[in-house]
């Protein structure tokens, strides 16, 4: 893999999607994803963040190939995906995966944790049953699971550990991009930051790159490289996450920004572990996320 950081792992261009059933919010038209595109550097993150129905999903399912474009270019590792054979992507899915945002429905409710995270090394790996197990209990320890837990099943465990299951399932084929798509939206406020510092961590020890789709700009802020903004299937802006916040140009993005509640430094208890104000924003943001679903 490479680490080099001016190397894109990911280039996207034209990225089209239409649903035969659907009608786009605002559009009237059938496009979910309309021309998308963009590129991420190695051991970086890029976040897509938009409202509900933006088209965020659907372009990480599509680059996954969980959906089929209908038109586009997708560039992974300096391979055309599209153009891949059946068995080819197959070995490739072992370098991308995905977390999802609901971790009970990502996760078999009759395998047991263990054996969860030891099943996609029996399709990508070479190593004996027992070498699996030893893999999974080693992957499952790093992201905070005891090894007393492995043989539990997935309902005896709570929403943060699940995701952390997850994580540990889609690590262990060694990735190089993992597409997250809301991976904290599901979970409890104070477990939000701990599963996100999971994954940077991660990320650091293994140079992935990430990209990570969320309806709120606050919480991508505090670590993705790039934030490309989307609106109605289409990229509105894109720009490293700094100048994003300093020098948004587009109004859909100032409107975005001008939602984003700003912390209070003077309630006190709202602080998160490390002293910044992380689970301030997400508290106060996560409504929104919320509100964006229920309509
Ligand atoms: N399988 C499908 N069939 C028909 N329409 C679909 C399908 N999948 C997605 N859509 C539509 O495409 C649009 C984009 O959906 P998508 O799930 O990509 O949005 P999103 O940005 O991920 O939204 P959310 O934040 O709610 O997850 C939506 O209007 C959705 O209704
Ligand atoms: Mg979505």
Not at 60 to 81: K, N, Q, S, Y
Not at 219 to 238: K, P, S
Not at 262 to 270: E, Y
């Amino acid at each position: 893999m490479a680490s080099d950081t001016t190397t894109a792992i990911l280039t996207v261009e034209g990225l089209r999607k239409s649903f035969e059933h659907h009608r786009g919010k605002g559009t009237g038209r059938p496009t979910a994803v309309d021309g998308v595109g963009f590129s991420l550097r190695a051991g970086q993150t890029l976040a897509i963040v938009g409202e509900s129905g933006a088209g965020k999903s659907t372009t990480g399912r599509m680059i996954l190939r969980l959906i089929e474009p209908d038109a586009g270019t997708i560039h992974f590792d300096g391979v055309d995906i599209r153009s891949l054979r059946a068995h080819e992507l197959r070995r490739m899915r072992a370098r991308m995966q995905m977390i999802f945002q609901d971790p009970y429905s990502s996760l078999n409710p009759k395998v047991t944790v263990g054996a969860a995270v030891a099943e996609p090394l029996r399709f990508h790996t070479d190593l004996s049953r027992r070498e699996r197990a030893e893999e999974a209990l080693r992957l499952l320890e790093r992201v905070g699971i005891r090894p007393d837990q492995i043989d539990r099943f997935p309902y005896e465990m709570s929403g943060g550990q699940l995701q952390r299951i997850a994580i540990a399932r889609a690590l262990a084929t060694k990735p190089y991009l993992v597409v997250c798509d809301e991976p904290t939206a599901s979970l409890d406020v104070s477990i939000q930051a701990q599963v996100i510092n999971l994954l940077l961590e991660l990320q650091a020890e293994r140079g992935m790159s990430y990209l990570f789709i969320s309806h709120n700009l606050s919480l991508v802020r505090t670590f993705a490289d790039h934030i490309a903004v989307m609106r109605n299937g289409q990229i509105v802006e894109a720009k490293p996450a700094d100048e994003l916040f300093d020098n948004p140009t587009h109004p859909y993005t100032r409107q975005l920004l001008s939602a984003v509640p700003v912390p209070d430094p003077h309630v006190p208890g709202l602080l998160a572990p490390d002293g910044t104000h992380e689970e301030t924003h997400m508290q106060a943001t996560g409504s929104v996320a919320a509100r964006d679903r229920d309509r």
